[in-house]
Nanobody, 128 residues
Framework: QVQLVESGGGLVQPGGSLRLSCAAPGFSLDYYAIGWFRQAPGKEREGVSC????????YYGDSVKGRFTISRDNAKNTVFLQMNSLKPEDTAVYYC?????????????????????WGQGTQVTVSS
């Protein structure tokens, strides 16, 4: 069964940065848009960002715009999420997943049920 693998989480102080990675062992991410999601305790999972396969399309949730940057290295079959100016409210488990229905991101929304091959997640904790 295909499962993406997230890494790079950890404990960081407010204002700090982290870079998350999403890899896909044994599975090519080619032609799929890839999304990052997060779920904080007691809250629903929310879409954070998306990157298209090759057209440069991206999506950012309002809460992370201007602070997070998504990118992908297709040669390395890896997607990244650079998170800067982190806030305590960014604390969550972060997941990546592949959109098997689209190679481009929608500009104004992320539709979770289009995504598959969810990873186990990586914990991000922002605290002083």
């Amino acid at each position: 069964q295909v499962q993406l693998v997230e890494s790079g989480g950890g404990l960081v102080q407010p204002g700090g940065s982290l870079r998350l990675s999403c890899a896909a062992p044994g599975f090519s991410l080619d032609y799929y848009a890839i999304g990052w999601f997060r779920q904080a305790p007691g809250k629903e999972r929310e879409g954070v960002s998306c990157v298209g396969y090759s057209d440069g399309s991206t999506y950012y949730g309002d809460s992370v715009k201007g602070r997070f940057t998504i990118s992908r290295d297709n040669a390395k079959n890896t997607v990244f999420l650079q998170m800067n100016s982190l806030k305590p409210e960014d604390t969550a488990v972060y997941y990546c997943a592949a959109n098997l229905m689209r190679s481009r991101c929608l500009p104004t929304m992320i539709i979770q049920h289009e995504y598959s091959y969810w990873g186990q997640g990586t914990q991000v904790t922002v605290s002083s």
